[in-house]
Every structure is written in C-alpha cells, then in structure tokens.
Nanobody, 122 residues
C-alpha cells in the first residue's frame, strides 16, 4: 500500500519561498515517476513539475526558473523548492506517483496521490 504525505505549505508574501516535502510510505521511490501538481479554486488540476525514474525532470512553463523538483531515494522523499512565488501560484499542491506513466503531464497517469498542502501567496 502506497501512501504519500505532503507537508511544507503555508502563507508567504509574493517573492517569498517555500519548500514542499512528500514522503512516500510503502513503495520504492526510485522506480516510480513522481510529480507535483496543483489545483486552484475553480480550476483543473495541473502539472507543476515531474521527475521520472531515470532522473529526467520537466516543469510547467509558468514555474520554469523558479521551482526545482528533487528526490532523495534513500529517504523516499520528494521535494519542491519554490522561489519567487507569485500570486498565481496560490493553490493546493499535491504529490503524485505512478509506476507506468507515459505522459507525465496527465493527472490520470498517476496512481497515487497525497492529501495536498495549501500554498497561499499574498
């Protein structure tokens, strides 16, 4: 049974930074595709950053140069370092993982989801 537990959200002023953490309980991190998604009120869930099992990473255009995804396989932990936060980054952020992810941008490709952590930029 895979369980993803996020933490690190909060309220920050525009221009500030936050680091989100996702601990994967019950699976081997290194063999999964991992990602961070977000969902703002009234909007669809969207991909923010993903890291595949081979270490390749992708970012949404809106966060390139500001966010960094990283993974510590020994600790089964995924991170999202967020810098230069903007008002439009306000959303619930979710950690996701999947064993057989063909298109990393698609929400439906991911089998497991965390409960989410709120990020509010004001």
């Amino acid at each position: 049974h895979v369980q993803l537990v996020e933490s690190g959200g909060g309220s920050v002023p525009a221009g500030g930074s936050l680091t989100l953490t996702c601990v994967n309980i019950g699976a081997t991190y290194s063999s999964y595709c991992m990602g961070w998604f977000r969902q703002a009120p009234g909007k669809e869930r969207e991909g923010v950053a993903t890291e595949d099992s081979d270490g390749s990473v992708d970012y949404a255009d809106s966060v390139k140069g500001r966010f960094t995804i990283s993974k510590d396989n020994a600790r089964n932990t995924l991170y999202l370092q967020m810098n230069s936060l903007k008002l439009e980054d306000t959303a619930m952020y979710y950690c996701a993982s999947g064993r057989y992810v063909a298109d990393r941008t698609l929400v439906s490709e991911y089998e497991y989801w965390g409960q989410g952590t709120q990020v509010t930029v004001s």
